[in-house]
């Protein structure tokens, strides 16, 4: 049963959209206060969050915001009566999946909350994780116990290759070949180099190394 949260401080509004959607079968907590939403949602794994722009303590868009510099990708839709082209620019650009405009038809409400579900059904099909380490390769983002990690281009390639093919040793050569075309050959430590920054991001043993075989995450040498 999909679990929602929803930051809405009107009085009336809050209540009918939380009423609305535990009829629709979903699990729904109600927040007043950005703060309180920012760390429940922090606690409390969600599939949908639905934020109220202006919500008292911390808006919509610092709670938004704070959750993607995190790494949390989790479906946010925007509710609020801010309705202004900048003003939903702004919700998206801050990491929103969706924009709803005041008065909400709860109706619709509910139908775009089921096209989040579904692209997270979905999405998820694209997710993977080893350990700590979870990859998101359409997204191309790597994060560590749910915190986002910067990685170069090069990097991802390699740590997208090395978790699609986990508890399996990929070579040198196979892993030379996920960077470069026929037409570019690989410097002759890129590899190397690659692996060595990531192991300094994720963990020394995150990835592990066999001669002769290559290199491992998600298994152990015997």
């Known amino acids: 049963m999909p679990r ?34 920012l760390a429940a949602a922090a606690v409390t794994k969600y599939d949908v969050l639905l934020l109220d722009i202006g919500l008292p303590q911390m808006t919509g868009l610092d709670v938004l915001s704070h959750l993607r510099n995190t790494g949390d990708a989790t479906p946010v839709i925007i509710v609020t009566a801010f309705d202004r082209k900048r003003q939903r620019i702004d919700g998206l650009d801050a990491g929103a999946d969706d924009y709803v405009v005041k008065p909400v038809d709860l109706e619709e409400l509910a139908a775009r909350i089921r096209a989040q579900l579904r692209r997270q059904d979905r999405r998820q099909s694209d997710i993977a994780s080893v350990g700590d380490v979870t990859i998101d390769f359409t997204g191309q983002v790597a994060s560590l116990n749910g915190t986002r990690v910067s990685l170069t281009a090069k990097e991802f390639r390699i740590l997208a290759l090395l978790v699609r093919r986990a508890r399996r040793f990929v070579s040198k050569t196979d892993l030379e070949g996920e960077l470069y075309d026929q037409e570019h050959w690989a410097e002759s430590n890129t590899v190397e180099v690659a692996i060595s920054s990531l192991r300094r991001k994720f963990g020394r043993d995150f990835i592990r190394t066999a001669r002769g075989l290559g290199y491992m995450v998600g298994g152990k040498i015997s």
Do not use: F, T
């Not at 809405?8 to 007043?32: F, M, N, R, T, W």
């Open 4 to 37: 929602l949260l929803v930051a809405e401080d009107d009085a009336d509004l809050g209540p009918a959209i939380k009423q609305s959607l535990e009829l629709d079968g979903y699990v729904v907590d109600l927040y007043v206060r950005g703060d309180d939403a």
